[in-house]
């Protein structure tokens, strides 16, 4: 009686294995993408002086540089009626050539804004204003800030008064009031984000915070259970590989459609600025879903042809023969079945030890810092893995 019922309980316990191993198989899917954009955010978005360091390069960029230059000169237009000044100054007969006069300073201010832009000493104040934006961002994401302000812009109230001294020095004063009142020009900074996205990225910055201590061990957790209840580590290792594979895929796929939103839902004056910085913000994030998606595909391709599969061994055998210039075929025809199952043996446990390698490489990649070091944990990880793959494909079958 008692060994029928451990019989008839056996199948169950199986079943209830192989369902919790594969939840936690798609929970790895799920959580990876998780994790990586969390580390990254953390890394590069809530700590200022890598922000700013991340965005300075953007003082260089011609699109950046064209729209701060129609941003400026936009706002001083708008605080100073131009063309009005102008004709107020010329005899009655002239005041038509007022509209040429304008057209010739604006052309005039869109140079030195130019110029002053290409200028070593601006870039002082272009980290400068993206301190200060970074600052306010953080205090709107963490519900800090007091500010009733529905918009996070690039302030340019700087880069006007640089511009207003330059076009004083040509002998163009028109402007010289609004150092006085510069406050005018306080709406007039290049937009980067909306109410709505603002009010998105808070609710995502909250649970991001929330979860930034527990998401890396609930994923080294899933992981190691998931190796652990698998009735086959090396397959189970290749489900978690393709699982994550998978996570960083859609993860890439979702901040592609998040860009074109993301730059869409800003003014088209600032479009370009906020392209830019999306792109450059998000390179680092990029350039950690290249590697990891590289590192999943490497764990899941090599453990799949080090696997059990009909075709998995044919195309090791072809491999083989291949390298040993066909004596493989004969040595292989002489191996007993015991033989043959032995080899499978070993190459489970090597696939089972290559997926624990990419899995460490994976943690060092997300959590590393330094892209230097996440290049060179992937190519030591190829190294290693190539290393344990290549001697079953050298020796006959």
Not at 105 to 110: P, Q
């Amino acid at each position: 009686m008692a060994t029928a019922q451990l019989t008839a309980g056996a199948p169950r316990r199986h079943r209830i294995r192989t369902v919790t191993t594969w939840i936690l198989i798609v929970a790895t899917g799920l959580i990876v993408p998780l994790v990586v954009t969390g580390t990254w955010a953390l890394r590069t978005v809530t700590n200022t002086d890598n922000y700013v360091a991340t965005l300075a390069p953007l003082v260089e960029n011609p699109a950046v540089q064209d729209a701060m230059t129609t941003t400026v000169v936009d706002s001083l237009f708008a605080a100073v009626h131009v063309q009005d000044q102008v004709a107020s100054h010329l005899p009655g007969p002239s005041s038509a050539l007022a509209g040429a006069i304008t057209s010739s300073i604006r052309r005039e201010a869109e140079k030195v804004v130019h110029a002053v832009i290409a200028s070593p000493a601006f870039a002082t104040v272009w980290n400068a204003e993206n301190r200060l934006t970074h600052k306010m961002a953080v205090s709107i994401l963490t519900g800090d800030s007091a500010s009733a302000s529905n918009k996070l812009s690039l302030s340019v109230q700087a880069l006007a008064l640089k511009v207003i001294a330059e076009l004083d020095k040509r002998g163009i004063t028109l402007f010289d009031p609004i150092v006085i009142t510069i406050n005018k020009l306080a709406d007039s900074g290049i937009v980067l984000a909306t109410t709505e996205q603002l009010h998105t990225a808070q609710t995502v910055f909250h649970y991001g915070i929330t979860l930034r201590g527990v998401l890396p061990f609930v994923l080294l957790a899933v992981v190691v259970l998931s190796l652990i209840l698998g009735q086959n580590k090396r397959r189970t290792g290749l489900r978690v590989a393709a699982a994550g594979l998978v996570g960083v895929v859609a993860l890439s796929v979702v901040l592609s459609f998040g860009r074109s939103t993301f730059v869409g839902a800003v003014p088209d004056k600032s479009q370009a600025v906020a392209d830019a910085v999306w792109t450059t913000l998000l390179r680092g994030l990029s350039s950690e879903i290249r590697l990891l998606s590289v590192l999943f595909a490497l764990i899941v391709g090599l453990t799949w042809l080090l696997g059990t599969s009909p075709t998995a061994e044919k195309l090791r055998g072809g491999l083989r023969r291949s390298l040993a210039s066909g004596q493989a075929h004969a040595i292989e025809a002489s191996h007993s079945d015991l033989v043959v199952h032995a080899r499978r043996e070993v190459a489970d446990r090597r696939g089972l030890v290559a997926g624990i390698i990419g899995g460490i490489a994976g943690f060092i990649v997300i959590f590393s810092s330094s892209t230097t070091v996440a290049w060179w944990t992937l190519g030591i990880a190829v190294v290693l893995i190539v290393a344990l793959c290549a001697p079953l494909l050298k020796k006959a079958a």
